[in-house]
């Protein structure tokens, strides 16, 4: 089966810095790759995705990358916002023979501090 | 936010117990889930289930048991409830299908406490 590994497991940055949080997957034949960010107490909600065969999506100042030979893909939160502070989780998807099946890694806490 | 809705929002019971979580979904997707996230936050799938099948991951108790009287509903029955079964449980839903989209939506979650 699938395995994420994401890193680092906590982060804290300077209100107006960068974040970036790595995950790597094992099945290449993972297709799709969203990020969620889980608020305390709340739900996961998804922020932004990409799929297998795009190699950057941004959405204002959110950005994914992806490379699917060394599959590996980064989350980049640019001028952060302590609102951004949360733990965010990446994914990969794997569908197939009857099998949807969304593997996440361990989340990275991040923190934004004003 | 009603897309996908779970009852009860907290449920604290007694070892040994058999409860039930229920789940939602009015986005007329194809495909739901049920995910247990531990205390350490890790997000773990349990089940999938679309129109067509029902997938059991195998590291699952089979205490844990999925129900799903329609398309739209996809219930959570745990038997004989131990300690470590403690755990905030969020259910989700997918459009599905190979030419569907996979982003899946998660419900608000149930934070199960087994004393």
């Known amino acids: 089966g699938e395995n994420v590994e994401q890193h680092p497991s906590t982060l804290s940055v300077q209100e107006g810095d960068s974040a970036v949080i790595k995950c790597t997957y094992s099945?290449?034949?993972?297709?799709?790759f969203p990020w969620y960010k889980q608020e305390l107490g709340k739900r996961p909600q998804l922020i932004i995705d990409i799929r297998s065969n795009v190699g950057e999506k941004k959405d204002q100042r959110i950005a994914v990358t992806l490379n699917k030979t060394a599959k590996h893909f980064s989350l980049h939160i640019t001028e952060t916002q302590p609102e951004d502070s949360a733990v965010y989780f990446c994914a990969a998807f794997e569908s197939g023979a009857g099998s949807y099946q969304l593997t996440f890694g361990k989340g990275t806490k991040l923190s934004v501090i004003p | 936010d009603t897309a996908v809705s779970q009852t009860p929002k907290y449920l604290v019971t007694q070892m040994g117990n058999d409860k039930s979580i229920k789940c939602e979904q009015n986005?007329?997707?194809?495909?739901m889930y049920w995910y247990k996230q531990d205390s350490k936050k890790f997000l773990k799938i349990m089940f999938s289930?679309?129109?067509?099948?029902?997938?059991i991951n195998e590291t699952v108790p089979n205490r844990f048991s999925p129900k799903s009287p329609d398309k739209a509903h996809l219930n959570l029955h745990i038997n004989s409830l131990e300690l470590g079964d403690s755990a905030v449980y969020f259910c989700?839903?997918?459009?599905?299908?190979?030419?569907?989209?996979?982003?899946?939506?998660f419900g608000p979650g149930t934070r199960l406490l087994v004393l």
């Open positions: 289930y679309n129109n067509k099948e029902l997938i």
């Open positions: 986005l007329g997707h194809d495909t």
């Open positions: 099945d290449s034949a993972s297709n799709y």
């Open positions: 989700a839903s997918s459009q599905g299908g190979l030419t569907g989209t996979e982003t899946q939506y």
